[in-house]
């Protein structure tokens, strides 16, 4: 089975779970990327040609009539590579509906069309056009869309409406990692069986083995640690604020935050005078971020984000989060391996990190069960056994 993806770049670690699926699952992978920087990427957002093990074909990635992105030679490329698969997120699907022939084209050569996306700020059908007048979802920069109560902006709700309806019942099967999926997708038509729940991994199997080299390292229990990109929906700075106010009554508090981004200088700022909270930068060797995360007690997300969830649960961290993208609703469970905070609430981010600095030796247990949903629950070989579910299906459906 061949399968060709669209995407906006090539992020260091989904490389990691692609090049997992071209060698254990027999899958033959190429994907199509910008050749400039992608639109769609997010800022900070780190990406990587290294140790790449499946094709990649760059095209240049232009605005088309409708204002939305998407690649120039993609059919002549499809003709020469024969995919079974054509996997796609946002915004690149909405072409397939304002193209009509574009899914002709697919339909004529036997290429299943497959939807990936993680739609935790989608609406439901029946509530999208209040939600996107209202301003509904956040930015990287942690603000709600601008709201629009103008009969223009009400038709073009309308039309972002029903392209996604379109869309979301011309593709053969839809992959997501949220459980609220077969829901949402519902709400626009689309039948249970064509939705495929995959959770969300990185790489587990090298980052088991990483924290397995490194399992000797001590931890301090009462060193928080983020990793991720800094962007104002990350909230590393109510993270900084709460270490701060932490430490008057735990001297053994620490903060430890790996990453790079638009809001470094103004964290760093921030932080100005506080020996104890230590900026890594953005570190990308495997051993390295394993050695730092190891040497960490828990695992904080304070905003926004997925796979630093994931990453450190392989090194047997307890989590504290709130609401994400919502690879935290299987991970984090509350009061076993981790806790949930409201979210943006300093005083209750505060008293959920000082319940477990309190009893510091329920956070070794924590972590331990941590390490133990990854081994036995969510990793990289149960969402891509589910991933293949959903390539089988849609070849099957064309």
Known sequence: MKIMSLAGGLPHYYNLVLNKLQCDYGVEVCVVVPTEKGATLGAGVYTSDKG?????????????????????????????????????NWPYQASFVFYPGWYRFLRQHKV????KEIPFQVPHYENAISYYLQGGGMTENNQAHQS???LLARLKFLIVRETRKRFSNLVDAHINYLDEAIALHGSYGVPAEKVFITANSPDTDALLATANELKDTQPNPFRLLHIGRLVKWKQVDLLIEAAIALR????????????????????KAQAAGHDFIQFHGGIYDPKEL??????????VLAGMGGLSINEAMCFSKPVVCSVADGTEKRLVREGYNGHYFESGSLSSLQSVIEK???????????????????????????????????????????
Request: proline share 4%.
């Open 52 to 88: 790449i093990e499946f094709k990649v074909f760059r095209r240049e990635e232009y605005t088309t009539y409708y204002g939305k992105k998407f690649f120039r030679g993609l059919k002549e490329l499809i003709l020469a590579e024969k995919p079974d698969v054509l996997m796609v």
């Open 248 to 267: 008057t009554k735990f001297p053994e508090t620490e903060l430890s935050i790996v990453g790079d981004g638009p809001e470094l200088e103004a964290l």
């Open 148 to 150: 629009n109560p103008s």
């Open 112 to 115: 299943a069309l497959i939807s």
């Open 290 to 299: 394993g050695k730092i995360t190891c040497e960490s007690g828990i695992y």
């Open 356 to 398: 477990l600095f309190t009893k510091p030796e329920n956070i070794a247990l924590m972590g331990q069960r941590s390490r133990e949903i990854i081994e036995k629950e969510i990793n990289i070989h149960s969402v891509l056994s589910n991933y293949m579910e959903a390539f089988k299906w849609a070849v099957d459906s064309r």
